[in-house]
């Protein structure tokens, strides 16, 4: 009984970014059973939004190379609260070279901040247990980086999860 709990308070998070107009079929699988999807920018239409929310539901921000219906309608960055944990999602361009510290002095209130633009794929669990997740482009490949998204998984009470899942 105990593990059926603690199941049922788990919430698994599908952190996607760069798109750039492509929504790989690998992302249906992966995000077959998230709660609930963050994309943090670089979409590249709308139809890419309007796909993953029928997986789950999505908060979105706009990237850089987002224009049009997708910037009118997205924020450029997006709080939200899950599990009892305050969540920043933003492309991240507005930094120029979006690093882990310079993000956690932007958004000191987080307890997990959501970032794209590198394209790099990046997990920092930093000391005051607030996690940093870029989830790598998950849209066309480009600069020999293979395409990448990421689960978070979030419980009242402890640290939040992830993990890396790359789109091969």
């Given at each position: 009984?105990?593990?059926?709990?603690?199941?049922?308070?788990?919430?698994?998070?599908?952190?996607?970014a760069?798109?750039?107009g492509?929504?790989?079929?690998?992302?249906?699988?992966?995000?077959?059973?998230?709660?609930?999807?963050?994309?943090?920018?670089?979409?590249?239409?709308?139809?890419?939004?309007?796909?993953?929310?029928?997986?789950?539901?999505?908060?979105?921000?706009?990237?850089?190379?987002?224009?049009?219906?997708?910037?009118?309608?997205?924020?450029?960055?997006?709080?939200?609260?899950?599990?009892?944990?305050?969540?920043?999602?933003?492309h991240?361009?507005?930094?120029?070279?979006?690093?882990?510290?310079?993000?956690?002095a932007?958004?000191p209130?987080?307890?997990?901040?959501?970032?794209?633009?590198?394209?790099?794929?990046?997990?920092?669990?930093?000391?005051?247990?607030?996690?940093?997740?870029?989830?790598?482009?998950?849209?066309?490949?480009?600069?020999d980086?293979?395409?990448?998204?990421?689960?978070?998984?979030?419980?009242?009470?402890?640290?939040?999860?992830?993990?890396?899942?790359?789109?091969?």
């Amino acid at each position: 009984m105990v593990g059926q709990g603690a199941a049922a308070s788990l919430m698994r998070l599908g952190l996607i970014a760069d798109t750039h107009g492509k929504l790989r079929p690998a992302v249906h699988e992966v995000f077959a059973r998230v709660d609930r999807i963050l994309h943090a920018g670089d979409i590249g239409g709308s139809e890419i939004l309007d796909e993953l929310e029928l997986l789950a539901p999505v908060t979105a921000v706009y990237g850089n190379v987002d224009r049009g219906l997708v910037r009118r309608r997205l924020p450029q960055v997006a709080e939200l609260e899950l599990d009892g944990f305050r969540f920043v999602v933003t492309h991240g361009d507005q930094f120029g070279s979006p690093g882990p510290e310079r993000l956690r002095a932007a958004f000191p209130q987080a307890d997990v901040i959501v970032f794209g633009h590198t394209h790099q794929a990046l997990i920092r669990d930093l000391p005051d247990f607030t996690v940093i997740v870029n989830p790598g482009a998950a849209g066309p490949q480009r600069f020999d980086l293979g395409p990448s998204v990421a689960i978070m998984e979030t419980e009242p009470g402890i640290p939040p999860r992830a993990r890396i899942v790359p789109l091969s």
